[in-house]
């Protein structure tokens, strides 16, 4: 059976540490969504989206209700929520009943998003934190899709934002700094990452890359969760 309009599809809800960002290292619920209008080519998540033109719930996600998912992540002893995806802000409007009632509990909410979706106001008002992920041409995507002036000049004005960047190489790094002043990113609120699936090619990438957020005043963050548990799900 399909979802209905006031469902949502979720492919996972579990307990971790946050394992990238700010908050890293934070014990966080995640709340992962189904569906990304993105299709980076070394995302680590493409079971979020890679059959999505011919998913099914069930199968390729689980569809719940607000009820349903209010249940589930308050099951945890955990005040802090991760939602993720995927791409979640393609669910705004059923999202929104879920996240008042979690903010209502006090919980704190912070959102992973590509940066290619505008919030609504509603959703800047209950979120406390976005964790924007604009894409460069690493990702293999066409400019037009991945880069959308109006949505980031949008979280930059929120001042509720990080920017984070996955980063392979000097190419990479060049082509980020351009973004960064394109679109008149605080150089505090940028966080530089990484790109890879593994601990040894992390690790590598990670020691270049920290002498240049020591240079530039940017923020660096490892992937934790990579570190820790391996490339794989519901960590």
Not at 24 to 51: A, E, H, M, Q
Not at 169 to 189: G, K, N, T
Request: hydrophobic residues 40%.
């Amino acid at each position: 059976m399909q979802r209905t309009e006031n469902e949502l599809p979720i492919v996972e809800v579990f307990l971790s540490v946050q394992g990238e960002g700010i908050n890293i290292g934070t014990p966080s619920v995640f709340l992962r969504t189904y569906f990304c209008n993105l299709t980076c080519t070394w995302c680590d998540t493409k079971y979020t989206w890679l059959n999505q033109d011919r998913s099914k719930a069930g199968i390729d996600y689980q569809s719940m209700t607000a009820e349903d998912i209010v249940s589930r992540v308050t099951k945890f002893d955990c005040k802090n929520l991760v939602l993720t995806g995927g791409e979640p802000l393609l669910h705004q409007r059923p999202l929104l009943p879920v996240l008042s009632r979690l903010k209502e509990r006090d919980m704190h909410i912070e959102v992973e998003t590509n940066g290619t979706v505008p919030p609504s106001e509603e959703m800047l008002d209950v979120v406390d934190l976005f964790n924007v992920s604009p894409k460069t041409s690493n990702s293999l995507v066409d400019k037009r899709l991945r880069l959308r002036r109006v949505v980031l000049e949008a979280f930059v004005t929120s001042q509720k934002a990080w920017f984070k960047f996955v980063v392979r190489d000097q190419h990479d790094l060049l082509e980020v700094e351009s973004l960064i002043s394109d679109f008149s990113m605080p150089a505090e609120r940028v966080i530089l990452m990484p790109e890879g699936t593994d601990s040894v090619v992390l690790n590598e990438r990670g020691r270049w890359l920290i002498e240049i957020c020591k240079e530039k005043g940017f923020r660096f963050t490892p992937r934790l969760h990579i570190m820790l548990f391996g490339n794989r799900r519901g960590v």
